[in-house]
């Protein structure tokens, strides 16, 4: 069964500095890796995603994520964080195939920003 | 084109009592799916919709089940509430596969 790991529950960065949030996937296939943004109380929000192709891929808000076959990662990343970027990040993949697919989520990790 | 909706957003139900929750994907999306957010279990899926078919199910109890109408729309039903049922229930659509699912803002659910 695939999983999603994200190894850190909690990040505090400072408004300016660059950001790194991690994320470890197993799944033998090729992945489908997807990141999104939850705020306090809302849904979930599509960051970016990595179906195939370049593994560095951008997405909305100025993240970008890299992914990285021989260590089974899709880090986000951003070079400088604003304090309404303070939210939980949550990586995810795709298993399945065609109708029969879900998405299998990390425990998500939460960000602070302190100013 | 406007998002994914789901009604209502907030319900309060006693243990015991059923629940029916609603969910519009986005115009042209025939796949729904639903998930359930809670602070000890995270973010978990109960089931899949894709023209009026369930296609894929969750580790969930018989008393999720869901439907799908011919115009997309799901809805979400729990029977026979119990307390540990208190969550966020996030729909989501798609288009196709491999493509990505966008959610809607959840139904918060309290159960006492």
């Known amino acids: 069964a695939q999983s999603v790991t994200q190894p850190d529950i909690h990040i505090t960065v400072s408004e300016g500095a660059s950001l790194e949030l991690r994320c470890n996937y197993s799944?033998?296939?090729?992945?489908?890796l997807f990141w999104y943004v939850q705020s306090p109380g809302q849904g979930l929000q599509l960051l970016l995603k990595y179906f195939s192709g370049d593994t560095l891929v951008q997405g909305i808000k100025g993240f970008e994520a890299e992914f990285k076959r021989s260590q089974s990662s899709f880090n986000l990343r951003k070079p400088s964080v604003h304090w309404s970027d303070a939210a939980e990040y949550f990586c995810?993949?795709?298993?399945?195939?065609?109708?029969?697919?879900?998405?299998?989520f990390g425990t998500g990790t939460r960000l602070q920003v302190t100013l | 084109k406007a998002g994914v909706t789901q009604t209502p957003r907030y319900l309060i139900k006693t243990r015991g009592q059923q629940v029916t929750l609603s969910c519009s994907p986005i115009?042209?999306?025939?796949?729904v799916s639903w998930y359930q957010q809670t602070p000890g279990q995270g973010l978990q899926f109960l089931f899949e919709y894709f023209s009026e078919t369930q296609r894929n199910k969750g580790n969930f109890p018989g008393r999720f089940s869901g439907r799908q109408f011919s115009n997309s729309r799901s809805e979400m039903n729990v029977s026979t509430l119990e307390l540990g049922d208190s969550a966020l229930y996030l729909c989501a659509s798609r288009a196709g596969f491999p493509y990505e699912q966008y959610f809607g803002p959840g139904t918060r659910l309290t159960v006492t």
């Open positions: 115009s042209g999306h025939r796949s």
């Open positions: 995810a993949s795709l298993g399945g195939t065609g109708t029969a697919s879900k998405l299998t």
């Open positions: 799944y033998g296939a090729t992945p489908y």
